[in-house]
């Protein structure tokens, strides 16, 4: 292996077939044939290294995964048939009846509907603290308190958190340190470098970076990813073979994609900072940023989502929307095409004005996944649809 990223993500790959093929095949297969009688007990006794079933392990989801493992810094990994699979897994291997999470508010949507409707129904709770208040979560964690929990850059308010910070905590109080690291990918920040324990993708996101297949990942500590694993291969919820040779692939250009969607966002972000009907502007990387100093220290470039608030609240927001020609309505991100999102109207909108603005959901608040497309164009769609 070598030390850059780029030649990893491209270079990590399963080992050749007798047909000796330069790139991966595909291995649609459901389960895996043994030698004997022997070969099959001591393969299910965990004795040899060795596919049983594809609900288990499958030699393009493992190929994908050991990228990951690589690209993170980690142990050892695990992938999923989507982002909130790998959560969803991740927390329920791990925590038991009355233990309890400290979580950032922002948080996205179905995470924090398993944090408030879900986990409590066995005994699991959560305390949530605002990324302003971030200097006082100690006081937040009991003596029950197993899991520390955060977004960043969070969705869809683009709060920067200190990485740094929260890992000296967790080890401090020996909690387990689980990262959401979707929006950044492993190009941009590796969590783990700064005290994380594991560490969460939603590869449907940047990894795939073209809006083609689900997938989901958790990669960190070894021991922990063990309890993982043994979780998910009882409940099931598998990343596809097909899906993991699309994300293996994609993941050989992420670092080009990256760069362009960051200088891409850049841009944008600047030219509406300058915009008489936008009222402020979000992204990590604009010296505005209240995490400015934050963000440099613990990511390579601002990422491509560009959080601002259109002026004349949700109507203004929905107005904006109906003007796009170019970019994409959609709820996804991450994608070759800018997508613009209008949460409190969309996403968000069963949530109350008050609960939408404890997580930093304004009314006028757009989320904007800047894409590849010429920047020129972007900038050109979004001024007329400001109007």
């Known amino acids: 292996m070598s030390d850059n990223f780029e030649t990893n993500a491209i270079r990590i790959q399963s080992q050749r077939s007798h047909f000796d093929e330069h790139s991966t095949p595909l291995y649609l297969t459901s389960s895996f044939v043994f ?23 499958n030699p393009n989801v493992n190929e994908f995964t050991e990228k990951m493992v690589n690209l993170e810094g980690a142990e050892a990994g695990y992938s999923f048939a989507t982002g909130m699979a790998a959560i969803y897994s991740t927390f329920a291997a791990l925590l038991s009846s009355g233990d309890h999470i400290v ?12 944090f408030t409707k879900y986990f409590p129904k066995w005994n699991i709770n959560t305390t949530y603290f605002k990324a302003e208040d971030a200097a006082n979560v100690e006081q937040l964690i009991q003596p029950n308190t197993k899991i520390l929990y955060l977004e960043t850059p969070t969705n869809p308010a683009i709060e920067v958190l200190d990485l740094e910070f929260f890992g000296k905590i967790a080890e401090k109080h020996n909690l387990i340190f689980v990262v959401d690291n979707c929006f950044a990918t492993p190009y941009l920040q590796q969590p783990i470098k700064f005290g994380a324990h594991l560490v ?33 291969r009882n409940t099931g919820p598998a990343m596809s073979p097909f899906n993991a040779w699309v994300l293996s692939k994609s993941l050989e250009t992420l670092a080009v994609r990256v760069e362009k969607h960051c200088e891409n966002a850049l841009k944008v972000a600047e030219f509406l900072e300058n915009h008489p009907k936008v009222e402020f502007v979000k992204y990590p990387f604009l010296k505005s940023h209240p995490n400015y100093e934050t963000a440099i ?8 989502i ?6 004349g609240g949700i109507e203004g927001g929905r107005n904006f929307l109906n003007r ?3 970019c994409s309505l959609s709820a996804n991100l991450g994608d070759t095409r800018t997508i613009v999102t209008h949460p409190a109207s969309t996403t968000h ?39």
């Open 35 to 57: 030698e004997d009688a022997e070969d099959m007990r001591a393969s299910f006794a965990e004795e040899k290294s060795k596919n049983l079933y594809s609900r288990f392990s």
């Open 103 to 114: 979580s950032c508010q922002s948080v996205f949507g179905s995470t924090h509907t398993l």
């Open 200 to 232: 969460v993708h939603s590869a449907t996101k940047l990894i795939d970076g073209q809006g083609r297949v689900l997938g989901g990942v958790t990669v960190g500590k070894g021991d922990l990813i063990r309890e993982i694993y043994l979780f998910a």
């Open 297 to 304: 220290k613990q990511m390579k470039m601002g990422g491509n």
């Open 306 to 311: 560009v959080a601002f608030e259109v002026k």
């Open 324 to 326: 796009i020609k170019m």
């Open 349 to 387: 909108s069963k949530l109350s004005e008050e609960e939408r603005n404890e997580v930093g959901i304004t009314a006028g608040l757009v989320r904007c996944s800047v894409g590849l497309e010429n920047v020129d164009d972007i900038i050109q769609d979004l001024k007329q649809a400001l109007g």
